[in-house]
């Protein structure tokens, strides 16, 4: 169920875990939504209060991100509220259900631990192309032209926040390198309520919809956890 509320209303009800979900107007936002017909072309993770808040930001929330802003390329914080004034398209706010709170916070050491590890590394364009285009996933000799295998070196955004919430006891196995934003907006850990905090009132098609369990995998490749996750 869609509702469509300010960011200052509701901020206080955003909690860690939570997804805010971004739908650009760019060119290369252009090109997500047709490669996965979908409204969302960017996830973020929100994480926790500011660890050294300005005047300005002290009511703000902070979120993790793979990204490309303002000069910046890779995985970096900023700031909910920021974003949501400077950003060009739709934004949505993805509230996480009760049960995979709970999960949250019997892990959250591992899914704090991880995200912090994860600062500074570089955006991985390239992945999500492939993450986006599946054309040969299933086929025997081509497949490696689009499906990725998990590497978690670089991230792009939807990447960073399934594997965040895989650590974090929100998900459980599946392959991050191969999930779209569309995709994490589809995986039914939310609650029926969803909230858009920025542009005209839009619903995403099939929001909570999708068993997550095992996403992204493709029979013949190895299921088991790299060395460098």
């Known amino acids: 169920m869609l509702s469509h509320k300010q960011y200052e209303d509701v901020k206080h009800l955003i909690a860690p875990g939570d997804i805010i979900a971004f739908g650009g107007t760019s060119l290369f936002s252009r090109w997500t939504k047709l490669t996965t017909s979908s409204v969302v072309t960017h996830t973020a993770l929100v994480i926790d209060s500011p660890d050294t808040p300005t005047d300005q930001h002290l009511n703000d929330l902070t ?63 390239w992945q999500l192309f492939g993450a986006a285009i599946d054309t040969f996933d299933d086929h025997k000799w081509f497949r490696w032209l689009t499906y990725n295998r998990r590497k978690f070196n670089r991230w792009f955004c939807s990447e960073l926040v399934a594997e965040g919430l895989r650590h ?49 995998f493709v029979e013949g490749f190895e299921k088991s956890r790299l060395s460098n996750e």
């Open 63 to 125: 979120m993790i991100e793979a990204t490309s802003i303002k000069g910046k390329k890779g995985v970096m914080h900023n700031y909910v509220g920021e974003r949501i004034r400077t950003y060009k398209g739709d934004i949505w706010w993805l509230p996480l259900h009760n049960d995979a709170k709970t999960s949250l916070e019997q892990n959250w050491l591992q899914f704090h631990d991880f995200l912090a590890d994860q600062l500074n590394k570089s955006y991985d364009i």
């Open 168 to 216: 974090g006891g929100v998900l459980s196995e599946l392959n991050a390198s191969e999930t779209t934003p569309k995709d994490v907006c589809q995986f039914n850990i939310y609650d029926r309520r969803y909230v858009q905090l920025k542009g005209t009132p839009k619903p995403i098609p099939q929001f909570n919809t999708l068993d997550p369990e095992g996403w992204g």
